[in-house]
Nanobody, 126 residues
Framework: QLVESGGGLVQAGGSLRLSCAASGGTFNNLIMGWFRQAPGKEREFVGSISRNGRTKYYGDSVKGQFTISRENAKSTVHLQMDSLKPEDTATYYC?????????????????????WGQGTLVTVFQ
């Protein structure tokens, strides 16, 4: 089970930190990803972090603005969002891809993620 938290209302230029807590499995075996979906738009890849946290990959629209991290001891992954813009308004989802063999790889394909959270809404206003 994945549960996101930390969404809310923020003024443009501000920051938010989303968290996703995992339960019911072996967190160290999970590649974690963040996606977002704005109203009327398709779901968009935000970023992914490898099982050991050493490899990270971001979507073009958030590179240099968002940072993914994970705390394996707490079965939690975070998404630090800085310099937020109104176009960042969306429901943000965390997702998990079970990967027991390769600790350094990330996952860009949303269809490969087996588990999804319920989403947390982020609204950025001017």
């Amino acid at each position: 089970q994945l549960v996101e938290s930390g969404g809310g209302l923020v003024q443009a230029g501000g920051s938010l930190r989303l968290s996703c807590a995992a339960s019911g499995g072996t967190f160290n075996n999970l590649i974690m990803g963040w996606f977002r979906q704005a109203p009327g738009k398709e779901r968009e890849f935000v970023g992914s972090i490898s099982r050991n946290g050493r490899t990270k990959y971001y979507g073009d629209s958030v590179k240099g603005q968002f940072t993914i991290s994970r705390e394996n001891a707490k079965s939690t992954v975070h998404l630090q969002m800085d310099s937020l813009k109104p176009e960042d308004t969306a429901t943000y989802y965390c997702a998990a891809d079970v990967q027991a063999y390769f600790p350094d790889i990330v996952q860009l394909n949303e269809n490969e993620y087996e588990y999804w959270g319920q989403g947390t809404l982020v609204t950025v206003f001017q």
